[in-house]
């Protein structure tokens, strides 16, 4: 049985991507995000101190901006935001399929991302988010994480702020 299942095994292995998680939230379980408020999304800052190809910031500012505007979280009215959510690409490495399928490890993809939510009021910091995704080994399947490793970390952080957003029916209740 072993030794019908192994190559397939080594095979799935080859061509699929894998890599690490890490991420990190530090925002109060007491924050909340009322039906009506929204967040003031400005570009992420790039902190690598390096020119991007692909231009991993603007995938995740394009991805994310999508997210928020999805759940009508995005700032766009002449109302002014509750919460700004202020963004550093801290670390991005391109990586290489081709490296990755030689050598697990050889050729990673590697995106961090810090997050801080910020009162748009009086500047204070209400939490901080981080997120680092990695593609650290695979083949076929891992072609292309250079520009989905930023949409992962943009997941990351959306998934967290969809925790404190607090639904209609609820906000009904309190009243």
């Excluded at 080994?137 to 990351?156: H, L, P, T």
Aim: aromatic residues 6%.
């Amino acid at each position: 049985m072993i030794n019908k299942t192994l190559p397939s095994l080594v095979f799935a292995v080859l061509l699929a991507g894998c890599g690490a998680t890490q991420f990190e939230s530090k925002v109060p379980e007491s924050f909340q995000l009322l039906p009506g408020h929204t967040i003031e999304f400005p570009p992420i800052e790039n902190v690598t101190g390096k020119t991007l190809d692909p231009p991993a910031d603007q995938i995740f500012n394009e991805y994310m901006g999508n997210l928020l505007r999805e759940r009508k979280l995005l700032n766009v009215s002449p109302q002014p935001a509750r919460v700004i959510l202020k963004s550093k690409l801290i670390e991005y490495e391109a990586g290489s399929a081709f490296g990755r399928w030689l050598l697990p490890g050889l050729g990673t993809t590697i995106c961090t991302v810090e997050a801080e939510l910020l009162d748009k009021q009086t500047g204070a910091l209400i939490g901080r988010l981080n997120s680092r995704q990695t593609v650290s080994f695979g083949g076929a399947y891992s072609i292309g994480a250079e520009n989905y490793i930023c949409k992962r970390v943009a997941d990351d952080l959306i998934a967290d702020i969809d925790k404190k957003v607090k639904g209609e029916k609820a906000a009904e209740g309190t009243n």
